[in-house]
């Protein structure tokens, strides 16, 4: 088995999300959920638990689902330091 399972879930109607599920540690990051709802469903499919949310810019595309999947796994947000005006709850700002 791979360290990693990385799964596409598209979103919105032109956009896609990235998923990473470390095996061996059960880390769960997703990279710019545009909405909640298709990431919410993969995990669950697979038994996931989101750990973390990587954005890497502010757009709505990139930031729509943070909220929600924030508030209900307490996920870790990470994000550029200079978006923190921009991106709600940053909890790791990165440079």
Do not use: C, Q
């Not at 990431?39 to 729509?64: E, F, M, P, S």
Request: no cysteine.
């Amino acid at each position: 088995m791979t360290p990693f399972e990385i799964i596409v879930v598209p979103a919105l109607s032109d956009n896609y999300i990235y998923i990473a599920h470390d095996t061996s540690n059960k880390t769960t990051l997703v990279v710019d959920p545009s909405e909640a709802t298709p990431v919410l469903n993969a995990l669950k499919t697979r038994g996931w638990t989101l750990t973390h949310i990587l954005n890497t810019h502010h757009h709505g595309d990139h930031i729509g689902g943070n909220n929600i999947l924030k508030s209900k796994f307490d996920a870790k947000i990470l994000a550029f330091e200079d978006d923190k005006d921009r991106i709600p709850m940053i909890d790791i700002p990165l440079k």
